[in-house]
């Protein structure tokens, strides 16, 4: 059953602090907890917030559960209150919320599964031209279309299977100060807030058409293996989109500690961190061939390419830190460890191939922190084992050859997108103890 209304509306505050708008935006979250207090929200949307929040409660009636094992018993009851047959807008938002739950347990096949299934039933709804009353109905709208189309591209990335979403043109989410001060059944026009001039999730949302670029980009790099002024002309594209995009933001918006401030003192902290977590992320995906060197003598801008992934690896750790320097802004959802994992992996080629002191100790502090990082996720997250293992499996693979390790293959492409899964580099064979996933001075001893 569910729990008790006071630990049922603290329970769906934590989706709303630490799921909510980071992985995916879904609901109205005043109006939401509104309808909880009343006990107006269906069971189906109730269990499955449950499902990815109940790690994060501190009440006592959890303590006898491992954090990661919370989830379990909601993630049933959502399975069996939900009705796929219902085509409503509410199995849209159930189904994208169940498909969040299994990949937080590293399942991507039953995620890509309910993700698909909300696809359908929301493009058999029609939902960006759905009938509405106000303003606010409409703006639930687009943000439930638009998460299923970001989820979509990297879903479908993990598990090597066509988009299910279509690509139309669609308004843009406003800002969320604005849209925090919508309510139901007016027009809500004249309302007092304080503008934020770049809207948050819109910008997340123009990030993920990029990483959609990226993505089949890095594709079509393994199968194809262009160079040469080919390669130039492709990388030089999507790097000016990235540009591009940066360039574009209102200096309110630009990564600034000052900014981060701002934006935490309004409540909007994790979303900020959020959108850099991508846009530094989608960074490292595109120049990551390039720590390969070697392999791109007739690329003219290779080597600065390097220099753009070790920086958008530097930039992403160091927003993760910020973030969790900052009350109420700490990021822990579950693609906080991948990304982190990936950007660990360009310290260690700086640790191993760098010949500068100061980039040498600034690699190790950094994977020394990130470390911490991990271990600190890893109680939440059932993936977070996972994302160890593959930390090491890289290690292993730097220890069998350093001059290979950073060739984009279809094994370092899976390293890169499929999150969801376990790799091991090749005869590598399996340890449990967890402190032989990753120690520093074996990646010291690479050198050696």
Known sequence: SLPPLPLRRSLVQLYFDYIHNQFHTLFHPPTFLEDVSEDRVPHVLLYSMCALSARFSNDPSFSHINPKARGAVFLKSAIRELDIRNVSLTTVQACILIGAAYIADGDDTAESIYYSIAGRVAQLLDVPNLAVSCVLEHEINVRVWSSLCMVDVWSSTNVKLPKVMPSIDLPLPMDEQAYLALRFGNDNTGLDFVELPAPLISEMIKLNRILLAINEFNEACVKDQPSGLILEHAIHGLSKRLDDWYEALPASMR??????????????????????????????????????????????????????????????????????????????????????????????????????????????????????????????????????????????????SMDTSFVLDRWMLKFLVEFGKPIEEKGFEEQTSPSTYWTLDGIASLRS
């Open 255 to 400: 990564d600034t500690p000052e900014n981060f401030a701002r934006h935490a003192s309004h409540g909007l902290g994790r979303t900020f961190a959020a959108v850099y977590l991508g846009y530094y992320h989608f960074g490292q995906l595109l120049f990551y061939q390039f720590l390969h060197t070697a392999s791109y003598g007739s690329t003219p801008s290779a080597a600065l390419y390097a220099e753009k992934c070790k920086a958008n690896a530097g930039n992403l750790c160091e927003m993760i830190y910020r973030a969790f320097a900052t009350p109420n802004s700490d990021v822990l959802y579950t693609m906080v460890a991948h990304v982190l994992v990936i950007a660990s992996t360009i310290q260690i080629h700086t640790l191993l191939f760098s010949e500068d002191d100061s980039h040498i100790s600034l690699a190790r502090s950094r994977l020394e922190h990130n470390f911490e990082i991990l271990l600190y996720l890893r109680p939440f997250w059932a993936t977070l084992d996972g994302a160890m293992k593959r930390l090491r499996a890289f290690h292993d693979t730097c220890s069998k």
